[in-house]
């Protein structure tokens, strides 16, 4: 998991030094798309770090088994919030300033600023942190003092996935590449029209920003002092307003937790599509598949995931409908065709990352109840293909909608379109497969929270063996493809030897994809029946 | 019913279970006392197809558990010590959802025996909430209701009666010894030597994965030589590895 986290710190230090590298090459605008860039990614920390924190202070300040122990005790309900508190802001940031580090030392390496940057960078940052934080804290306080906090989890991330999924197309739809092409805007006023992010003086990040970049570019340090002091009064004045706001409403909404335990389940819907989609199996497999959709859609952590992932969909198209094509030097045909494939990989890719979220903790979801289906006469077999079952048909649906539309988007030869929708119709089994399977190898039955199982070394494995799976039909597939291409193309024929070559890669992948559905499963069933 | 032949259980240097041999006739409701950690959990996990034995066999209704895992679980309820159940289903649904497991197939049937079930267990208001929202006692009724719900000929129970009310227990007690006499096998570990001594007819005690006495409880009561109430008689053929040897294992 280090060397994972090393490679990625790696990753975005280097992609952040060569993108201000590039700006500082860029004459006029190179500086100022710099400091914008600065502008937009502490807003963006800023932003995810508020979400963070009413995330984490609901568990940490009203949801948290220990806290019963902790108001017993005899001390003050200050000392108890302001515990609380702090730990909130250690749990919820450290992980944005540890992903935040990276491109600002790119910053310092590129920029090579005096020693007052990286003062500046530590304290700003733990202000910035802290008033964010404060910020968190105070809008759960507000809002378990309306909602139970019970719901207040569910509206926060409800609210917070429509936000992502709103703000990710949205950024995505601006087309920011256009930004570092100023060609493609009419006049020069459009284009410092299209620089100015939502940005305000009265922003904290705002404050960074100045003060950082006094170092960077080597302007006057008073401008500095004075956003200093701006930003450590708010964060003085915050922590005060937190503590008054604490003593009047924290206590009363921490009882209220408590006692809004009692909830009536939503049913009719369920009922239907639990009848619907259970029809063909038969009653065991269909009671399992029904207690899984119920418990799907009734988890508001996972439901609203699908939310994200229409706006993926959304987005990933869109993408194909943008590509500038016609300004390659390659011929129009190739490339699109090119590209058609390359997509089967690409979309392979997705599903593997969708699989790691939704299909690998698929067995740990049963969660401590697993004695329930291990003490029935239901055998282990019967229950994980049950699971693979479940998930099969929306994956397929998910990788052919990704697959038919980019390639009518591209308007590759049928010959390409049948090819791909076949290869991703067979690997859809696959990733499903070794999503189930996996996910029973590496079994977390005792999870607090069901998206922990993705981020652990199991779901780690998964995606390097799914990515890997993709990988190898796309390289096996490529040799012939060019091949039948090619030949369609120039209207040739295709040589005998050429043809025993094509016939030995399509069989390996065919095999490749018979033995990830089995061999995952096998391996799966195996580990599970050890699991006591 | 139920017999045990030389079951064993290892965790790496710790042998939970040590060459366990137990027969229970049809129809008993069968105690098994112990001190904490004596191996009473792990031999009910075996039993009930969640723990796989290091060596020994299981054999319910005549067939063995690693032959015919599915034929055995068919004829057995469960009920853990912990209630650990899906918490985003409701009562009833969760009744439905082990009726699927156990292909209870006529839709009409089911639902009549799960309205009784649920009303036996006084569970009826809460049917439609989720099971998020029970108390201890109320998850634990809902796993009595699941388990009763396939008529097994045999019941495994670890701990029935924590974090039950005194109406509760008194309610389980009464359901254990109707069901015992309606020729229902009940394998039943627990703590509270009261609850053994009103309702079981045959006790074993187990310490440090052996048996060291089986009888009713005047039997028991004679081998510790005691002339007093159940706890006396567990406190002292408990008390000692000494004792706990000489104990005489004539009634098994």
Known sequence: ?532 | MIKLIHLTKTYRELRAVDDLNLEVKEGTLFGFLGPNGAGKTTTIKMMAGVLKPTSGSVLINGMDLAEEPERVKKCIGFIPDRPYLYEKLTGAEFLKFIAGLYAMDHASSVQTRIQDLLELFDLTHWRDELIESYSHGMKQRLVMCSALLPQPKVLIVDEPMVGLDPRGARLVKDIFVEESLKKTTIFMSTHSLEVAAEVCREIAIIQAGKIIARGSSEELRKAAGVDGSLESVFLKLTEGKRIAHATPLSAS
């Open chain 1, 1 to 532: 998991m280090l060397v994972v986290g090393l490679a990625f710190w790696a990753l975005l230090f280097g992609l952040s030094f060569r993108v201000l590298k590039y700006f500082q090459s860029v004459e006029v605008i190179g500086e100022l798309l710099a400091h914008h860039l600065l502008g937009m990614i502490l807003m963006v920390f800023f932003s995810l770090l508020i979400f963070s924190h009413i995330i984490a202070a609901l568990s940490n300040l009203y949801l948290s088994s220990d806290l019963e122990l902790c108001h017993a005790c005899p001390a003050r309900l200050e000392e108890v919030f302001l515990s609380r508190a702090i730990y909130t802001v250690i749990d919820s940031s450290w992980m944005v300033i540890v992903f935040g580090l990276p491109v600002m030392m790119a910053y310092g390496v590129v920029f090579k600023p005096g020693f007052g940057f990286y003062v500046s960078l530590s304290h700003m940052g733990l202000g910035v942190t802290l008033i964010a934080g404060s910020l968190g804290i105070l809008i759960t306080m507000i809002l378990v003092r309306i909602f139970p906090a019970q719901r207040t989890r569910d509206v926060t991330l409800l609210l917070g996935v429509c936000g992502l999924g709103a703000l990710y197309m949205m950024f995505r739809l601006l087309r920011p590449e256009r930004l570092v092409d100023p060609d493609a805007f009419f006049t020069i006023a459009q284009y410092m029209a299209a620089l100015q992010g939502p940005d305000s003086p009265y922003l904290p990040t705002h404050w960074m920003t100045e003060t950082l970049w006094a170092y960077l570019s080597r302007s006057s340090e008073k401008e500095a002092l004075f956003q200093s002091s701006l930003l450590w009064s708010t964060v003085g004045a915050l922590t005060v307003i937190n503590v008054w706001v604490a003593e009047a409403i924290y206590f009363s909404g921490f009882s209220k937790a408590q006692e809004a335990k009692r909830r009536r389940a939503g049913k009719r819907l369920l009922d239907f599509l639990g009848a619907l989609i259970k029809r063909p199996f038969s009653t065991e497999l269909g009671a399992i598949i029904d207690k899984d959709l119920r418990a799907f859609f009734r988890d508001n952590t996972q439901w609203s995931q699908l939310l994200l992932l229409g706006a993926l969909v959304v987005v990933y198209v869109y993408n194909f409908s943008v590509l500038p094509l016609d300004k390659s030097p390659i011929r129009i045909e190739f490339l699109q065709n090119e590209i058609a494939f390359f997509n089967v990989g690409l979309a392979g890719f997705v599903l593997s990352a969708v699989s790691v979220r939704f299909i690998f903790p698929a067995v740990s979801s049963e969660g401590p109840a697993f004695w329930i289906v291990q003490s029935s006469p239901v055998p282990l077999k019967r229950f994980l293909w049950t699971k693979f079952a479940f998930y099969l048909f929306p994956m397929l649906v998910l990788g052919e909608v990704l697959i038919v539309l980019t390639n009518h988007l591209l308007e590759v030869t049928p010959f390409m379109m049948a090819l791909s929708t076949g290869t991703m119709f067979l690997a859809v089994f696959g990733i499903v497969a070794l999503g189930v399977g996996m996910g029973a190898m590496y079994p977390n039955f005792n999870h607090q929270n069901i998206a922990q199982v993705a981020t652990g070394f199991g779901g780690l494995m998964f995606m390097i063996h799914s990515a890997a799976f993709v990988a190898f039909i796309v390289v096996l597939e490529a040799g012939p493809v060019y091949v039948l291409f090619m030949a369609d193309l120039r209207g040739a024929a295709v040589s005998g030897w050429q043809w025993v070559l094509i016939a030995l890669c399509f069989s390996a992948v065919l095999f490749l994809m018979t033995a990830a559905v089995y061999k995952p499963m096998k391996m799966g069933l195996k580990a599970l029946s050890r699991c006591e």
